[in-house]
């Protein structure tokens, strides 16, 4: 079996999840976490290196029990806001967290 071709340069674009270049996003995403690529990593990657240079100090993601590879994707990158011994299907949307570190500083005078 040969291994995948490699990925082209990701380029972030900031746009509400209306847009119509969301949907295949989302799409691919949800075929990424059946094939595993690493694009899904990447994209978990982005949105905690955009929520730092936002300011944010804490990332809260949430996945349905019934999606195995998001559950496996969050707990490789965050933290468990629920018991995992105890039945997904008990628990609804399962919650996880990532305290993210704060934004480097730029070294300029106004922000010392």
């Given at each position: 079996m040969s291994a995948p071709a490699?990925?082209?340069?990701?380029t972030a674009a900031h746009?509400?999840?209306?847009?119509p270049r969301v949907?295949?996003?989302?799409?691919e995403l949800g075929?990424?976490?059946?094939?595993?690529?690493?694009?899904?990593?990447k994209a978990v990657a982005e949105l905690q290196r955009e929520a730092t240079t936002r300011g944010y100090r804490r990332l809260c993601l949430t996945t349905r029990p019934?999606?195995?590879?998001?559950p496996s994707l969050y707990l490789a990158t965050s933290y468990?806001?629920?018991?995992?011994?105890?039945?997904?299907?008990?628990i609804g949307p399962l919650p996880f967290e990532k305290h993210l570190?704060?934004?480097?500083r730029s070294g300029r005078a106004a922000d010392l």
């Open positions: 490699p990925l082209p340069e990701l746009v509400p999840v209306s847009d949907e295949p996003l989302l799409r075929d990424e976490y059946s094939a595993r690529r690493g694009l899904a990593r019934r999606r195995p590879e998001a468990p806001l629920f018991d995992t011994g105890a039945d997904p299907e008990s570190p704060a934004p480097a």
